[in-house]
Protein backbone atom coordinates (compact mmCIF):
# COMPACT_ATOMS: atom_id res chain seq x y z
CA UNK A 1 0.00 0.00 0.00
CA UNK A 2 1.03 3.25 -0.82
CA UNK A 3 1.61 5.86 1.99
CA UNK A 4 -1.22 8.40 0.36
CA UNK A 5 -3.79 5.24 -0.07
CA UNK A 6 -2.96 4.59 3.78
CA UNK A 7 -3.73 8.12 4.88
CA UNK A 8 -6.31 8.33 2.27
CA UNK A 9 -8.32 4.84 3.76
CA UNK A 10 -7.57 4.92 7.48
CA UNK A 11 -6.38 8.38 8.62
CA UNK A 12 -8.10 11.62 6.39
CA UNK A 13 -11.32 11.11 8.37
CA UNK A 14 -9.76 11.58 11.87
CA UNK A 15 -8.86 14.47 10.67
CA UNK A 16 -11.91 16.33 8.93
CA UNK A 17 -13.28 18.14 11.99
CA UNK A 18 -9.61 19.82 11.95
CA UNK A 19 -9.11 22.14 8.64
CA UNK A 20 -5.42 22.47 10.94
CA UNK A 21 -4.85 18.82 9.95
CA UNK A 22 -4.99 20.39 6.03
CA UNK A 23 -6.87 17.29 5.66
CA UNK A 24 -3.37 15.00 6.08
CA UNK A 25 -2.62 16.46 2.30
CA UNK A 26 0.06 18.55 3.27
CA UNK A 27 3.94 18.83 4.74
CA UNK A 28 2.95 20.55 8.16
CA UNK A 29 -0.05 21.08 10.18
CA UNK A 30 -1.34 24.56 10.97
CA UNK A 31 -3.51 26.00 13.43
CA UNK A 32 -4.23 29.71 11.70
CA UNK A 33 -5.74 30.27 15.61
CA UNK A 34 -2.96 29.76 17.44
CA UNK A 35 -0.29 30.99 14.88
CA UNK A 36 1.15 27.48 15.02
CA UNK A 37 2.91 25.14 12.88
CA UNK A 38 3.89 21.73 13.07
CA UNK A 39 5.64 18.92 11.46
CA UNK A 40 6.06 15.17 12.55
CA UNK A 41 9.13 12.83 10.79
CA UNK A 42 10.13 9.41 11.70
CA UNK A 43 14.07 8.21 10.30
CA UNK A 44 14.92 4.24 10.40
CA UNK A 45 18.38 3.50 10.23
CA UNK A 46 18.67 1.10 7.20
CA UNK A 47 16.03 2.94 6.11
CA UNK A 48 15.96 6.81 5.96
CA UNK A 49 19.45 6.75 6.86
CA UNK A 50 22.08 3.80 6.13
CA UNK A 51 23.94 3.24 9.23
CA UNK A 52 25.35 5.42 12.26
CA UNK A 53 29.09 5.32 11.78
CA UNK A 54 28.38 8.77 12.02
CA UNK A 55 26.09 10.06 14.49
CA UNK A 56 26.82 13.86 14.31
CA UNK A 57 26.34 14.04 10.09
CA UNK A 58 23.11 11.50 10.69
CA UNK A 59 21.76 13.96 13.35
CA UNK A 60 22.40 16.52 10.97
CA UNK A 61 20.53 15.24 8.06
CA UNK A 62 17.26 14.37 9.88
CA UNK A 63 17.42 17.53 11.90
CA UNK A 64 17.59 19.65 8.31
CA UNK A 65 15.26 17.80 7.15
CA UNK A 66 12.42 18.14 9.15
CA UNK A 67 12.87 21.82 9.49
CA UNK A 68 12.71 22.04 5.81
CA UNK A 69 9.59 20.78 5.68
CA UNK A 70 8.31 24.46 7.92
CA UNK A 71 10.83 26.69 6.13
CA UNK A 72 9.43 25.46 2.32
CA UNK A 73 5.72 26.65 4.05
CA UNK A 74 7.19 29.94 4.78
CA UNK A 75 7.57 29.08 8.55
CA UNK A 76 10.79 29.95 10.61
CA UNK A 77 11.18 27.07 12.92
CA UNK A 78 11.86 27.57 16.08
CA UNK A 79 11.94 24.16 18.58
CA UNK A 80 12.70 20.62 18.04
CA UNK A 81 11.71 17.54 19.88
CA UNK A 82 13.90 14.41 19.86
CA UNK A 83 12.65 11.48 20.28
CA UNK A 84 15.20 8.59 20.16
CA UNK A 85 14.74 5.20 20.10
CA UNK A 86 18.00 2.60 20.40
CA UNK A 87 20.17 0.54 21.62
CA UNK A 88 23.18 0.64 24.10
CA UNK A 89 25.80 0.70 21.23
CA UNK A 90 23.79 3.60 19.04
CA UNK A 91 23.22 5.72 22.31
CA UNK A 92 26.93 5.09 23.68
CA UNK A 93 28.55 8.24 25.72
CA UNK A 94 30.86 8.57 23.11
CA UNK A 95 27.86 8.97 19.88
CA UNK A 96 25.47 10.53 22.73
CA UNK A 97 28.42 13.12 23.01
CA UNK A 98 29.14 13.63 18.86
CA UNK A 99 24.67 13.82 18.30
CA UNK A 100 24.90 16.72 21.46
CA UNK A 101 28.08 19.00 20.04
CA UNK A 102 26.25 17.96 16.59
CA UNK A 103 22.98 19.26 17.77
CA UNK A 104 24.34 22.61 19.68
CA UNK A 105 26.02 23.31 15.60
CA UNK A 106 22.65 23.13 13.98
CA UNK A 107 20.93 25.33 17.05
CA UNK A 108 23.43 27.97 16.94
CA UNK A 109 23.16 27.64 12.86
CA UNK A 110 19.20 27.96 12.05
CA UNK A 111 18.56 29.58 15.48
CA UNK A 112 16.38 26.69 16.93
CA UNK A 113 16.25 25.36 20.06
CA UNK A 114 15.75 21.79 21.68
CA UNK A 115 11.94 21.50 23.47
CA UNK A 116 12.18 18.28 24.36
CA UNK A 117 11.86 14.71 23.58
CA UNK A 118 11.72 11.37 24.39
CA UNK A 119 14.76 8.39 24.89
CA UNK A 120 13.97 4.93 24.72
CA UNK A 121 15.37 1.30 24.70
CA UNK A 122 15.12 -0.52 21.21
CA UNK A 123 17.42 -2.60 18.81
CA UNK A 124 16.51 -0.79 15.74
CA UNK A 125 17.43 2.63 15.88
CA UNK A 126 14.93 5.72 14.69
CA UNK A 127 14.32 8.81 15.61
CA UNK A 128 11.13 11.18 15.73
CA UNK A 129 11.45 15.06 15.08
CA UNK A 130 8.93 17.34 16.03
CA UNK A 131 10.04 20.09 14.26
CA UNK A 132 7.37 23.77 15.72
CA UNK A 133 7.03 27.39 13.72
CA UNK A 134 4.96 30.28 14.82
CA UNK A 135 3.60 31.94 11.74
CA UNK A 136 0.67 34.07 10.71
CA UNK A 137 0.08 32.25 7.58
CA UNK A 138 1.83 29.56 5.47
CA UNK A 139 2.01 28.37 1.91
CA UNK A 140 -0.31 25.77 1.24
CA UNK A 141 0.00 22.84 -1.31
CA UNK A 142 -2.07 22.84 -4.19
CA UNK A 143 -2.67 26.36 -5.04
CA UNK A 144 -0.95 26.68 -8.06
CA UNK A 145 -2.66 28.35 -11.16
CA UNK A 146 -2.34 27.86 -14.84
CA UNK A 147 0.39 29.39 -16.68
CA UNK A 148 2.40 29.48 -12.98
CA UNK A 149 6.76 29.56 -13.26
CA UNK A 150 7.86 26.52 -11.55
CA UNK A 151 11.17 27.48 -9.22
CA UNK A 152 13.46 25.64 -7.19
CA UNK A 153 15.76 26.52 -5.16
CA UNK A 154 19.76 25.90 -4.83
CA UNK A 155 20.84 22.03 -7.02
CA UNK A 156 19.27 19.22 -7.31
CA UNK A 157 20.92 15.83 -7.36
CA UNK A 158 23.84 16.53 -5.21
CA UNK A 159 22.99 14.36 -2.38
CA UNK A 160 21.94 11.71 -4.54
CA UNK A 161 25.16 11.27 -5.92
CA UNK A 162 26.53 11.81 -2.48
CA UNK A 163 24.55 8.35 -1.54
CA UNK A 164 26.02 6.48 -4.04
CA UNK A 165 29.38 7.62 -3.21
CA UNK A 166 28.20 6.15 0.67
CA UNK A 167 26.94 3.03 -0.69
CA UNK A 168 30.12 2.34 -2.95
CA UNK A 169 28.03 2.77 -6.30
CA UNK A 170 29.83 5.30 -7.99
CA UNK A 171 33.75 5.71 -7.14
CA UNK A 172 35.16 9.16 -7.47
CA UNK A 173 38.19 11.15 -6.48
CA UNK A 174 38.51 12.01 -2.83
CA UNK A 175 37.74 15.52 -3.18
CA UNK A 176 34.65 14.68 -5.29
CA UNK A 177 33.62 11.85 -2.50
CA UNK A 178 33.98 14.92 -0.03
CA UNK A 179 31.80 17.28 -1.62
CA UNK A 180 29.10 14.82 -2.71
CA UNK A 181 29.06 12.68 0.83
CA UNK A 182 28.66 16.12 2.71
CA UNK A 183 25.97 17.63 0.51
CA UNK A 184 23.78 14.22 1.41
CA UNK A 185 24.30 14.67 5.01
CA UNK A 186 24.46 18.43 4.94
CA UNK A 187 21.46 19.47 2.84
CA UNK A 188 22.26 23.35 2.25
CA UNK A 189 18.66 24.11 2.89
CA UNK A 190 18.01 27.86 2.46
CA UNK A 191 16.49 29.55 6.17
CA UNK A 192 16.46 32.63 4.43
CA UNK A 193 14.19 32.05 1.78
CA UNK A 194 11.23 31.01 4.83
CA UNK A 195 10.68 34.80 5.64
CA UNK A 196 10.58 35.66 1.66
CA UNK A 197 8.49 32.93 0.21
CA UNK A 198 5.14 34.76 0.93
CA UNK A 199 6.11 37.55 -1.29
CA UNK A 200 5.81 35.58 -4.33
CA UNK A 201 5.10 31.90 -3.96
CA UNK A 202 1.54 30.75 -4.91
CA UNK A 203 2.14 27.23 -3.41
CA UNK A 204 5.19 25.29 -2.58
CA UNK A 205 6.39 21.80 -0.88
CA UNK A 206 10.20 20.88 -0.19
CA UNK A 207 11.94 17.96 -2.23
CA UNK A 208 12.30 15.17 -0.10
CA UNK A 209 11.12 12.54 -2.53
CA UNK A 210 12.10 13.50 -5.61
CA UNK A 211 11.30 16.56 -7.80
CA UNK A 212 8.94 14.71 -10.27
CA UNK A 213 7.21 13.28 -6.75
CA UNK A 214 7.03 16.39 -5.27
CA UNK A 215 5.70 17.83 -8.10
CA UNK A 216 3.16 15.70 -7.93
CA UNK A 217 2.05 15.87 -4.54
CA UNK A 218 2.24 19.53 -4.79
CA UNK A 219 -0.67 19.97 -7.50
CA UNK A 220 -2.21 16.37 -6.61
CA UNK A 221 -5.79 17.55 -5.78
CA UNK A 222 -5.81 20.15 -8.80
CA UNK A 223 -6.82 19.65 -12.30
CA UNK A 224 -3.41 20.54 -13.46
CA UNK A 225 -0.15 19.33 -15.13
CA UNK A 226 3.24 20.54 -15.62
CA UNK A 227 5.91 21.02 -18.11
CA UNK A 228 9.56 21.03 -17.25
CA UNK A 229 12.75 21.75 -18.86
CA UNK A 230 15.72 19.25 -18.39
CA UNK A 231 17.89 21.89 -19.51
CA UNK A 232 17.04 24.40 -17.08
CA UNK A 233 16.80 22.38 -13.59
CA UNK A 234 19.89 23.40 -11.51
CA UNK A 235 22.98 21.10 -11.07
CA UNK A 236 26.00 22.05 -9.40
CA UNK A 237 29.47 22.44 -11.40
CA UNK A 238 30.99 19.10 -9.69
CA UNK A 239 27.82 17.00 -10.93
CA UNK A 240 28.11 18.23 -14.58
CA UNK A 241 32.01 17.00 -14.22
CA UNK A 242 30.67 13.78 -12.71
CA UNK A 243 27.80 12.86 -15.59
CA UNK A 244 30.42 14.24 -18.31
CA UNK A 245 33.00 12.36 -17.08
CA UNK A 246 30.98 8.97 -16.13
CA UNK A 247 28.98 9.46 -19.09
CA UNK A 248 25.58 9.62 -17.15
CA UNK A 249 22.80 10.93 -18.05
CA UNK A 250 21.30 14.52 -16.08
CA UNK A 251 17.58 12.60 -16.15
CA UNK A 252 18.33 10.36 -13.99
CA UNK A 253 19.92 12.38 -10.87
CA UNK A 254 17.52 15.18 -10.60
CA UNK A 255 14.57 13.27 -8.85
CA UNK A 256 16.05 11.11 -6.45
CA UNK A 257 14.96 12.94 -3.87
CA UNK A 258 17.09 13.78 -0.63
CA UNK A 259 17.42 17.28 -1.93
CA UNK A 260 15.70 19.64 0.43
CA UNK A 261 15.35 22.55 -1.79
CA UNK A 262 12.03 24.21 -1.75
CA UNK A 263 10.14 24.09 -5.10
CA UNK A 264 7.14 26.58 -5.36
CA UNK A 265 4.77 28.39 -8.45
CA UNK A 266 4.68 32.13 -9.21
CA UNK A 267 2.57 33.89 -11.17
CA UNK A 268 4.59 35.52 -14.05
CA UNK A 269 4.27 38.94 -12.71
CA UNK A 270 6.35 37.74 -9.93
CA UNK A 271 9.62 36.92 -11.71
CA UNK A 272 11.22 40.78 -10.96
CA UNK A 273 10.65 40.32 -7.48
CA UNK A 274 11.86 36.57 -7.24
CA UNK A 275 15.15 37.51 -9.47
CA UNK A 276 15.78 40.51 -7.12
CA UNK A 277 15.14 38.86 -3.72
CA UNK A 278 17.33 35.82 -5.16
CA UNK A 279 19.96 37.88 -5.45
CA UNK A 280 19.69 40.38 -2.42
CA UNK A 281 19.83 36.57 0.22
CA UNK A 282 22.44 35.15 -2.43
CA UNK A 283 20.19 32.21 -2.98
CA UNK A 284 20.02 30.44 -6.13
CA UNK A 285 16.66 30.33 -7.12
CA UNK A 286 15.95 29.14 -10.87
CA UNK A 287 13.29 28.36 -13.36
CA UNK A 288 12.71 25.03 -14.29
CA UNK A 289 9.07 25.16 -16.09
CA UNK A 290 5.07 25.72 -16.27
CA UNK A 291 2.04 24.87 -14.38
CA UNK A 292 -0.60 24.16 -17.38
CA UNK A 293 -4.03 22.75 -17.56
CA UNK A 294 -5.25 19.11 -17.82
CA UNK A 295 -5.65 17.50 -19.68
CA UNK A 296 -2.63 18.52 -21.61
CA UNK A 297 -0.09 15.87 -19.54
CA UNK A 298 2.46 16.40 -16.93
CA UNK A 299 5.86 16.23 -19.30
CA UNK A 300 9.84 16.62 -19.13
CA UNK A 301 11.41 17.84 -22.37
CA UNK A 302 15.04 17.80 -23.50
CA UNK A 303 17.26 20.09 -24.97
CA UNK A 304 15.65 18.86 -28.19
CA UNK A 305 11.59 19.62 -27.24
CA UNK A 306 11.73 16.20 -27.33
CA UNK A 307 9.75 14.32 -24.15
CA UNK A 308 11.24 12.20 -21.88
CA UNK A 309 10.07 9.46 -20.95
CA UNK A 310 10.78 8.60 -16.96
CA UNK A 311 10.54 5.15 -15.18
CA UNK A 312 11.18 6.93 -11.60
CA UNK A 313 9.66 10.08 -10.32
CA UNK A 314 11.47 9.26 -7.13
CA UNK A 315 10.72 7.78 -4.08
CA UNK A 316 7.02 6.59 -3.18
CA UNK A 317 6.97 5.52 0.88
CA UNK A 318 5.45 1.84 0.66
CA UNK A 319 4.10 -0.82 2.64
CA UNK B 1 22.94 4.60 32.22
CA UNK B 2 19.72 5.87 33.50
CA UNK B 3 17.22 8.17 31.43
CA UNK B 4 17.94 11.58 33.43
CA UNK B 5 21.58 11.25 33.77
CA UNK B 6 21.50 11.12 29.09
CA UNK B 7 19.17 14.24 29.81
CA UNK B 8 21.25 16.00 32.43
CA UNK B 9 24.98 14.73 30.63
CA UNK B 10 23.85 15.38 26.91
CA UNK B 11 20.59 17.45 26.34
CA UNK B 12 20.26 19.79 29.00
CA UNK B 13 23.01 22.19 27.90
CA UNK B 14 20.95 21.73 24.56
CA UNK B 15 17.51 23.68 26.35
CA UNK B 16 19.20 26.22 28.27
CA UNK B 17 18.08 29.14 26.00
CA UNK B 18 14.66 28.15 26.00
CA UNK B 19 12.82 28.18 29.04
CA UNK B 20 9.80 26.23 27.67
CA UNK B 21 11.69 23.77 27.60
CA UNK B 22 11.62 23.70 31.51
CA UNK B 23 15.29 22.83 31.95
CA UNK B 24 13.94 18.87 30.07
CA UNK B 25 12.95 18.51 33.61
CA UNK B 26 9.19 18.31 33.73
CA UNK B 27 6.15 16.17 31.42
CA UNK B 28 5.99 18.74 29.19
CA UNK B 29 7.43 21.64 27.02
CA UNK B 30 5.09 24.91 27.74
CA UNK B 31 6.01 27.77 26.09
CA UNK B 32 3.92 30.47 28.09
CA UNK B 33 4.08 33.57 25.01
CA UNK B 34 2.24 31.08 22.78
CA UNK B 35 0.25 29.16 25.23
CA UNK B 36 1.61 25.65 23.57
CA UNK B 37 2.19 22.73 25.75
CA UNK B 38 3.56 19.58 23.76
CA UNK B 39 4.56 16.13 25.41
CA UNK B 40 6.54 13.93 23.24
CA UNK B 41 6.79 9.96 23.98
CA UNK B 42 7.77 6.86 22.07
CA UNK B 43 6.29 3.29 23.15
CA UNK B 44 8.11 0.54 21.48
CA UNK B 45 6.98 -2.83 21.16
CA UNK B 46 7.93 -5.82 23.54
CA UNK B 47 8.95 -2.65 25.80
CA UNK B 48 6.14 -0.47 26.37
CA UNK B 49 3.55 -2.65 25.30
CA UNK B 50 4.01 -6.43 24.88
CA UNK B 51 3.09 -7.07 21.18
CA UNK B 52 0.45 -5.87 18.56
CA UNK B 53 -2.31 -9.02 18.79
CA UNK B 54 -4.97 -6.50 19.77
CA UNK B 55 -3.92 -3.04 18.04
CA UNK B 56 -6.84 -1.43 19.07
CA UNK B 57 -6.18 -1.51 22.51
CA UNK B 58 -2.44 -0.52 22.19
CA UNK B 59 -3.54 2.49 20.36
CA UNK B 60 -6.00 3.35 23.37
CA UNK B 61 -3.44 2.77 25.69
CA UNK B 62 -0.53 4.82 24.34
CA UNK B 63 -3.18 7.69 23.15
CA UNK B 64 -3.76 7.69 27.10
CA UNK B 65 -0.60 7.73 28.04
CA UNK B 66 0.22 11.19 26.10
CA UNK B 67 -2.58 13.17 26.76
CA UNK B 68 -2.39 11.96 30.69
CA UNK B 69 0.60 14.37 30.43
CA UNK B 70 -0.85 17.50 29.39
CA UNK B 71 -3.81 16.52 31.40
CA UNK B 72 -1.72 16.23 34.36
CA UNK B 73 -0.14 19.66 34.35
CA UNK B 74 -4.32 21.24 34.05
CA UNK B 75 -3.90 21.56 29.70
CA UNK B 76 -6.72 20.23 28.07
CA UNK B 77 -5.18 18.20 24.78
CA UNK B 78 -6.02 19.39 21.85
CA UNK B 79 -4.01 17.67 18.81
CA UNK B 80 -2.23 14.36 18.76
CA UNK B 81 0.29 13.52 15.93
CA UNK B 82 1.15 9.70 15.67
CA UNK B 83 4.31 8.50 14.14
CA UNK B 84 4.33 4.81 13.62
CA UNK B 85 7.31 2.41 12.17
CA UNK B 86 5.98 -0.57 11.38
CA UNK B 87 6.01 -3.83 8.76
CA UNK B 88 3.46 -4.94 6.46
CA UNK B 89 2.29 -7.30 9.11
CA UNK B 90 1.62 -4.59 11.81
CA UNK B 91 0.16 -2.03 9.19
CA UNK B 92 -1.48 -5.13 7.49
CA UNK B 93 -5.69 -3.37 6.06
CA UNK B 94 -7.40 -4.74 9.22
CA UNK B 95 -4.98 -3.80 11.86
CA UNK B 96 -4.94 -0.05 10.34
CA UNK B 97 -8.84 -0.47 10.00
CA UNK B 98 -9.05 -1.45 14.25
CA UNK B 99 -6.66 1.38 14.86
CA UNK B 100 -8.60 3.84 13.18
CA UNK B 101 -11.44 2.79 14.68
CA UNK B 102 -9.90 3.15 17.82
CA UNK B 103 -8.13 6.26 17.17
CA UNK B 104 -11.71 7.69 16.26
CA UNK B 105 -13.34 6.35 19.99
CA UNK B 106 -10.60 8.08 21.60
CA UNK B 107 -11.03 11.19 19.83
CA UNK B 108 -14.86 11.57 20.60
CA UNK B 109 -14.13 10.09 24.11
CA UNK B 110 -11.22 12.77 25.19
CA UNK B 111 -12.86 15.40 22.43
CA UNK B 112 -9.41 15.62 20.58
CA UNK B 113 -8.50 15.61 16.99
CA UNK B 114 -5.33 13.91 14.81
CA UNK B 115 -3.05 16.62 13.95
CA UNK B 116 -0.68 14.61 11.12
CA UNK B 117 2.39 12.16 11.71
CA UNK B 118 4.27 9.67 9.58
CA UNK B 119 4.41 6.27 8.55
CA UNK B 120 7.49 4.86 8.09
CA UNK B 121 8.45 0.52 7.12
CA UNK B 122 10.93 -1.33 10.22
CA UNK B 123 10.65 -4.22 11.16
CA UNK B 124 10.67 -3.16 14.66
CA UNK B 125 6.85 -1.88 15.81
CA UNK B 126 7.17 1.69 17.69
CA UNK B 127 5.08 4.45 17.83
CA UNK B 128 5.66 8.00 18.86
CA UNK B 129 2.54 10.23 20.09
CA UNK B 130 3.05 13.97 19.88
CA UNK B 131 -0.28 15.60 22.09
CA UNK B 132 -0.39 19.79 21.94
CA UNK B 133 -2.63 22.04 24.19
CA UNK B 134 -2.97 25.45 24.45
CA UNK B 135 -3.22 26.67 28.37
CA UNK B 136 -2.26 30.13 29.58
CA UNK B 137 -0.61 28.52 32.61
CA UNK B 138 0.49 24.75 33.61
CA UNK B 139 1.73 23.33 36.90
CA UNK B 140 4.81 22.82 36.98
CA UNK B 141 6.94 20.33 38.88
CA UNK B 142 9.34 20.94 41.95
CA UNK B 143 6.39 23.41 43.14
CA UNK B 144 5.47 21.40 46.26
CA UNK B 145 5.79 23.19 49.94
CA UNK B 146 6.30 21.60 53.48
CA UNK B 147 3.31 20.36 55.11
CA UNK B 148 1.02 20.00 51.48
CA UNK B 149 -0.73 17.08 51.34
CA UNK B 150 0.16 14.17 48.75
CA UNK B 151 -3.21 13.30 46.66
CA UNK B 152 -3.67 10.69 43.90
CA UNK B 153 -6.48 10.59 41.54
CA UNK B 154 -8.56 7.39 40.87
CA UNK B 155 -7.25 3.68 41.72
CA UNK B 156 -3.20 2.36 41.87
CA UNK B 157 -2.55 -0.96 41.07
CA UNK B 158 -4.94 -2.24 38.44
CA UNK B 159 -2.75 -1.86 35.33
CA UNK B 160 0.14 -3.98 37.12
CA UNK B 161 -2.09 -6.55 37.51
CA UNK B 162 -3.53 -6.61 34.28
CA UNK B 163 0.41 -6.96 32.67
CA UNK B 164 0.24 -10.13 35.30
CA UNK B 165 -2.61 -11.25 33.80
CA UNK B 166 -1.50 -10.83 30.43
CA UNK B 167 2.16 -12.17 31.23
CA UNK B 168 0.45 -15.52 32.43
CA UNK B 169 2.42 -14.47 35.77
CA UNK B 170 -1.29 -14.81 37.74
CA UNK B 171 -4.41 -16.54 37.15
CA UNK B 172 -7.91 -15.16 37.79
CA UNK B 173 -11.36 -16.19 37.19
CA UNK B 174 -12.65 -14.23 33.29
CA UNK B 175 -14.64 -11.46 35.29
CA UNK B 176 -11.31 -10.46 37.10
CA UNK B 177 -9.06 -11.31 34.05
CA UNK B 178 -10.86 -8.89 32.04
CA UNK B 179 -11.27 -5.86 34.41
CA UNK B 180 -7.70 -5.95 35.39
CA UNK B 181 -6.49 -5.92 31.46
CA UNK B 182 -8.72 -3.73 30.32
CA UNK B 183 -7.39 -0.88 33.45
CA UNK B 184 -3.72 -1.98 31.32
CA UNK B 185 -5.43 -1.11 28.21
CA UNK B 186 -7.74 1.04 28.55
CA UNK B 187 -6.37 3.46 31.60
CA UNK B 188 -8.89 5.70 33.56
CA UNK B 189 -7.22 8.93 32.53
CA UNK B 190 -9.39 11.76 34.13
CA UNK B 191 -9.66 14.56 31.38
CA UNK B 192 -11.94 16.37 33.89
CA UNK B 193 -9.45 17.21 36.29
CA UNK B 194 -7.17 19.12 33.57
CA UNK B 195 -9.46 22.53 34.10
CA UNK B 196 -9.52 22.26 37.68
CA UNK B 197 -6.28 21.24 38.87
CA UNK B 198 -4.77 25.23 38.59
CA UNK B 199 -7.62 25.70 41.29
CA UNK B 200 -5.31 23.57 44.17
CA UNK B 201 -2.82 21.63 43.09
CA UNK B 202 1.12 23.48 43.88
CA UNK B 203 2.93 20.71 41.51
CA UNK B 204 1.58 17.63 40.05
CA UNK B 205 2.86 14.73 37.69
CA UNK B 206 1.23 11.70 36.02
CA UNK B 207 1.72 8.34 37.70
CA UNK B 208 3.61 6.24 34.85
CA UNK B 209 6.81 4.82 36.42
CA UNK B 210 5.23 4.11 39.41
CA UNK B 211 3.64 5.97 42.86
CA UNK B 212 7.26 6.47 44.15
CA UNK B 213 9.65 7.03 41.33
CA UNK B 214 7.21 9.73 39.92
CA UNK B 215 7.22 11.14 43.40
CA UNK B 216 10.64 11.49 43.65
CA UNK B 217 10.58 12.51 40.07
CA UNK B 218 7.88 15.79 41.43
CA UNK B 219 10.26 16.68 43.75
CA UNK B 220 13.77 16.35 42.60
CA UNK B 221 15.22 19.81 42.55
CA UNK B 222 13.89 20.45 45.96
CA UNK B 223 15.08 19.73 49.67
CA UNK B 224 11.69 18.36 50.16
CA UNK B 225 11.21 14.39 51.45
CA UNK B 226 7.48 12.66 51.71
CA UNK B 227 5.66 10.46 54.33
CA UNK B 228 3.14 8.25 52.99
CA UNK B 229 0.83 5.90 53.92
CA UNK B 230 -0.08 2.91 53.15
CA UNK B 231 -3.33 2.35 54.39
CA UNK B 232 -4.34 5.31 52.41
CA UNK B 233 -2.63 4.78 48.52
CA UNK B 234 -6.76 4.18 46.89
CA UNK B 235 -6.81 0.49 45.01
CA UNK B 236 -9.68 -0.82 43.77
CA UNK B 237 -12.24 -3.58 45.45
CA UNK B 238 -10.78 -5.98 42.85
CA UNK B 239 -7.03 -5.47 43.74
CA UNK B 240 -8.25 -5.29 47.36
CA UNK B 241 -9.99 -9.14 46.69
CA UNK B 242 -6.99 -10.39 44.88
CA UNK B 243 -4.57 -9.15 47.74
CA UNK B 244 -7.01 -11.70 49.69
CA UNK B 245 -7.12 -14.45 47.91
CA UNK B 246 -3.91 -14.81 46.86
CA UNK B 247 -2.31 -13.52 49.98
CA UNK B 248 -0.61 -10.75 48.11
CA UNK B 249 0.69 -7.81 49.63
CA UNK B 250 -0.63 -3.69 48.72
CA UNK B 251 3.22 -2.74 48.64
CA UNK B 252 4.03 -4.46 45.81
CA UNK B 253 1.13 -3.32 43.93
CA UNK B 254 1.07 0.21 44.46
CA UNK B 255 4.23 1.43 42.73
CA UNK B 256 4.73 -0.10 39.85
CA UNK B 257 3.28 2.29 36.75
CA UNK B 258 0.83 2.32 33.93
CA UNK B 259 -1.27 4.11 36.69
CA UNK B 260 -2.13 7.19 34.48
CA UNK B 261 -3.46 9.10 37.54
CA UNK B 262 -2.65 12.61 38.59
CA UNK B 263 -0.22 12.85 41.59
CA UNK B 264 -0.38 16.37 43.29
CA UNK B 265 0.41 17.95 46.32
CA UNK B 266 -1.71 20.51 47.46
CA UNK B 267 -1.39 23.12 50.91
CA UNK B 268 -3.72 21.92 53.73
CA UNK B 269 -6.25 25.00 53.66
CA UNK B 270 -7.35 23.38 49.99
CA UNK B 271 -8.55 20.04 51.61
CA UNK B 272 -12.44 21.30 51.31
CA UNK B 273 -11.96 23.00 47.68
CA UNK B 274 -10.64 19.41 46.66
CA UNK B 275 -13.48 17.32 48.43
CA UNK B 276 -16.02 19.49 46.73
CA UNK B 277 -14.82 19.40 42.96
CA UNK B 278 -13.62 15.59 43.64
CA UNK B 279 -17.33 15.17 44.64
CA UNK B 280 -18.62 17.60 41.76
CA UNK B 281 -16.61 15.56 38.88
CA UNK B 282 -17.14 12.25 40.15
CA UNK B 283 -13.92 11.83 40.31
CA UNK B 284 -11.80 9.96 43.57
CA UNK B 285 -9.27 12.23 44.90
CA UNK B 286 -7.40 10.73 48.17
CA UNK B 287 -5.03 12.47 50.38
CA UNK B 288 -2.20 9.68 50.42
CA UNK B 289 0.52 11.64 52.47
CA UNK B 290 2.06 14.73 53.17
CA UNK B 291 5.07 16.59 51.85
CA UNK B 292 8.12 16.88 54.59
CA UNK B 293 11.59 18.78 54.72
CA UNK B 294 14.89 17.24 54.11
CA UNK B 295 17.24 16.03 56.05
CA UNK B 296 13.95 14.15 56.99
CA UNK B 297 13.51 10.74 54.78
CA UNK B 298 10.77 10.05 52.35
CA UNK B 299 9.22 7.10 53.57
CA UNK B 300 6.31 4.78 53.47
CA UNK B 301 4.80 3.88 56.94
CA UNK B 302 2.34 0.85 57.26
CA UNK B 303 -0.56 0.77 59.33
CA UNK B 304 1.22 -0.01 62.51
CA UNK B 305 3.09 3.18 61.76
CA UNK B 306 6.10 1.00 61.04
CA UNK B 307 8.60 1.83 57.86
CA UNK B 308 8.24 -0.49 55.09
CA UNK B 309 11.31 -0.81 52.89
CA UNK B 310 10.94 -0.96 49.19
CA UNK B 311 13.35 -2.75 46.97
CA UNK B 312 11.61 -1.34 43.33
CA UNK B 313 9.98 2.08 43.12
CA UNK B 314 9.19 1.36 39.85
CA UNK B 315 10.42 1.75 36.68
CA UNK B 316 13.46 3.07 35.66
CA UNK B 317 14.68 3.84 32.21
CA UNK B 318 17.57 2.50 31.77
CA UNK B 319 20.36 2.10 28.29
Redesign the interface.
Known sequence: ?H?FE??K???Q???K??P??LN?NDD??F?KK???A???????EG??FIDFQKPELVIKKIIRSSISDLICKGVLPK?Y?V???G??KS?S?SN??K??KS??RE?NRYNI????????????L?F?I?S?G?SKDIIYRNKGKVNDDIYVSGNLGDSYLGLLVLQKKIKLNNILNKYFTTQYFMPDIKLELANELKNFANTSIDISDGLLADLDKLINNQKLSYKLNLKNIPISNNLKKVLKLKNLSKINFISRGDDYQVLFTASKVKAGIIKRISSRLGVKITKIGIIQNKPLKSLIIDHNNAVITLKNKGYL???
Open positions: MELINYFKLSKSSALVFDNRLVSVDTYVNHYFSGSNKFKLSISLNQLLGGGDTVFSNKSTTIFHKF
